[in-house]
């Protein structure tokens, strides 16, 4: 049974950091992307960030360059996304979502409909 389980969301005050795991199963990690996408209440879901798994490249949406930084573990299963600088728009709903091989970037932007499993996410609010 596939599974994505997310952890590592929390309240965080402006500046501050927070780092997510996405613990993976049922699946061989290495022959899939990963990618984090966030939901905030009452706005469209945001591809945040991706890893490839044939040669590790990455994908950072604009409003998170320079500040997150996603990383991988095939031998723990398991995909992290660093976060520093922490400001309240961060705030939502994170979610790791796998699909195979590369990251489907269309237009400019993480493509979401191109993920082949998802987590149920974890909250992130940032906030003082």
């Known amino acids: 049974q596939v599974q994505l389980v997310e952890s590592g969301g929390g309240l965080v005050q402006p500046g501050g950091s927070l780092r997510l795991s996405c613990a993976t199963s049922?699946?061989?990690?290495?022959?899939?992307?990963v990618g984090w996408l966030r939901q905030a209440p009452g706005k469209e879901r945001e591809g945040v960030s991706c890893?490839?798994?044939?040669?590790?490249?990455?994908y950072y949406a604009d409003s998170v360059k320079g500040r997150f930084t996603i990383s991988r573990d095939n031998a723990r299963n398991t995909v992290y996304l660093q976060m520093n600088s922490l400001k309240p728009e961060d705030t939502a709903v994170y979610y790791c979502?796998?699909?195979?091989?590369?990251?489907?970037?269309?237009?400019?932007?993480?493509?979401?409909?191109?993920?082949?499993?998802w987590g149920k996410g974890t909250l992130v609010t940032v906030s003082s």
């Open positions: 890893i490839s798994s044939s040669d590790g490249s990455t």
């Open positions: 979502a796998a699909e195979r091989l590369t990251c489907t970037v269309f237009a400019g932007s993480l493509d979401y409909y191109a993920m082949d499993y």
């Open positions: 049922g699946f061989t990690l290495d022959y899939y992307a």
